[in-house]
């Protein structure tokens, strides 16, 4: 009997590791790795050990007789993996690679950032001897993307953080939270404390359409939106205007399918999730019925990911959409969906979606392909947007690119959110690259920048992946300090831990430690077994800070603090 890999897997590549026999694949070592939507498990070559299913940290690994009927289908999406990229007779079981031996001196690094890219990097030098690492991040909460960004409605994936958390319970790690890098401590400063410094800032801003209307009230960026109803501190007092009955997503990435479910899920399900307070009360107002999703490539090119497509088919009360005069390939299309068979899964659901008859009364999520958005339509707010179809055709580099036809399409709509990508930003005192929209660098390494500047995650590579790819780029960068550390190319700081805390109580004395989050956390948590959810979440900076301060420290005090 063989293990499967399910939905909620991310990437992190735990599992990996600890195979006695190597059946799991695309490794971080293998090309494939970079652009997977999830990893697979060999059934031919696993031998049962359940190693995997242990090391998961999002409980993503059950043998195949345990999988729900939701579950199922990855028993043939981690085998169908393999038709592509069969596994040679001579594939060996992968040997680590041991840590060059250190010497003497603590290497101190500064890890700019607190989500998964930042964590991976900080578990990656933790696990050496003589480090140190101090991390900051300008919220009061760690995690990034994984609080903020992750959908409510999927707890396993945020399971990922307890890992986290188990390896900064040290000595060498320091967390000062509520700490803003170019505010309350500048870049040189960071290096006179720390040999070296590695940001992981991610992309924090998104990408615009350059189309009339878009600046329009209604128009927003599908980011924003995710962080409102994650409880960001810097969206939690955002509007959205959900009184229409269509919401338009231009996009159809991960991204606009979580947006999609969170407008049309049942909100009693999404009561018993960590969704911010606020969003809970507007989305039990809302009366949108219909979300449509815009694609500017065909089905084949969708960038949405196999595994969050299948899960829209379990909602319940809402019908999922799909034109099947729409699902026509071109010879291009066609042969890519031949040849590959993660391609070939993503169209055999489309066409499942195409087939299904519509039940009264529920709500939709509608994807429609070929299409761009030409104008956001409105005079003081959004009424509609208009578009044009696509048709593919291949570019001077052989890929297929969409272009506009002369056939238009208008929707009425009063909420339009474009989820196209996310952005990095200039990070102070660093070189950055304004047409990629990431600090250049080589193997993490900072280039123009001097010895000891590095970065990892979405900042050093853009916004691809999910979650657990950052750890094998986080490896990367780590791999390149230690080597530069070992040679003696970094410069040995002027100061020390003792005189960063003394700076840092000048500049910031609220930040927020490790202690700090653990009394925010529990905080949270407690308020959540009350309400029968996993935490209520905190959602406004002077709470989350004062909470940190430990005051009031009594559970009935932490209970109306959340609550007010």
């Known amino acids: 009997m063989a293990y499967v890999i399910t939905q909620t897997c991310c990437n992190d590549a735990s599992c990996v590791a600890v195979c006695p026999v190597n059946c799991i694949h695309p490794t971080p070592e293998e090309r494939e790795f970079a652009q997977t939507e999830m990893l697979h498990i060999d059934p031919q070559t696993c031998i049962d050990c359940g190693a995997c299913a242990d090391a998961c940290p ?3 690994i059950f043998p195949e007789d345990r999988l729900t009927e939701t579950q199922a289908r990855f028993k043939d999406i981690n085998a169908d993996y393999y ?10 079981p992968l040997t680590p690679t041991p840590a060059p031996p250190r010497g003497q001196e603590t290497l101190r690094v500064a890890v700019v950032g607190a989500g998964p890219a930042a964590c991976y990097a900080a578990q990656e030098l933790l696990e050496r001897s003589n480090v140190e690492v101090e991390m900051f991040d300008r919220l009061p909460t760690p995690w990034g993307l994984v609080r903020s960004g992750v959908a409510p409605d999927h707890p396993g994936t945020k399971a990922v953080t307890e890992s986290f958390e188990w390896s900064f319970r040290r000595d060498a790690f320091a967390l000062h939270l509520d700490v803003e890098v170019g505010r309350d401590l500048d870049h040189d400063e960071l290096l006179a404390h720390h040999h070296a410094v590695v940001y992981a800032t991610g992309a924090s801003a998104d990408r615009s359409l350059g189309i009339p209307g878009e600046d329009l009230p209604g128009s927003h960026a599908a980011t924003e939106f995710v962080a409102w109803y994650n409880g960001h501190p810097d969206y939690a007092d955002r509007a959205f205007d959900l009184s229409g009955d269509r919401a338009v997503l231009v996009g159809n990435g991960n991204v606009a399918l979580d947006v999609a479910r969170i407008l049309t899920m049942d909100v009693d399900e999404l009561a018993r999730t960590d969704i911010a307070d606020h969003a809970l009360e507007a989305l039990r107002r809302s009366n949108i019925r219909e979300v449509v999703l815009l694609g500017r490539r065909g089905p084949a090119q969708a960038a949405y990911s196999n595994p969050e497509f299948l899960a829209l088919g379990d909602l319940n009360g809402v019908d999922v959409v799909v034109d099947e005069s729409e699902l026509d390939l071109d010879p291009a299309s066609a042969q890519l969906a031949a040849a590959d068979p993660a391609v070939a899964m993503r169209m055999r659901l489309a066409r499942e979606y195409a087939r299904r008859e519509p039940r009264p009364g529920n709500k939709r999520i509608v994807f429609r392909y070929l299409v761009s958005p030409t104008e956001i339509e409105g005079t003081d707010r959004v009424a509609g947007l208009r578009a044009v179809r696509n048709e593919l055709i291949a570019g001077d580099d052989g890929a297929l690119v969409a272009r506009p036809t002369e056939q238009a399409l208008h929707l009425d709509a009063q909420l339009v959110l474009r989820s196209i990508g996310y952005r990095g930003v200039p990070l102070p005192g660093v070189p950055f690259d304004e047409r990629r929209a990431i600090v250049p660098n080589e193997n993490g390494r900072v280039t123009g920048a001097g010895p000891g500047v590095y970065v990892t995650g979405w900042i050093k590579r853009g916004p691809s992946g999910v979650i657990g790819t950052n750890k094998a780029c986080a490896k990367e960068t780590v791999a390149a300090l230690l080597a ?3 040679a003696g190319r970094l410069t040995r700081p002027a100061y020390g831990r003792r005189e960063l805390d003394r700076l ?14 653990h009394e925010i956390d529990e905080a949270e948590r407690a308020a959540g077994r009350a309400a029968g959810r996993p935490r209520v979440k905190l959602t406004d900076r002077a709470r989350l800070t004062t909470t940190a301060a430990g005051r009031p420290r009594s559970g009935r005090g932490l209970l109306r603090l959340v609550r007010r």
């Open 83 to 92: 038709t592509a990229h069969p596994m040679p007779e001579n594939w060996n």
């Open 58 to 60: 999002v409980e993503a």
């Open 484 to 486: 530069d550390f070992d």
């Open 504 to 517: 840092l109580g000048q500049r910031r004395p609220s930040r927020v430690g490790l202690s700090g989050w």
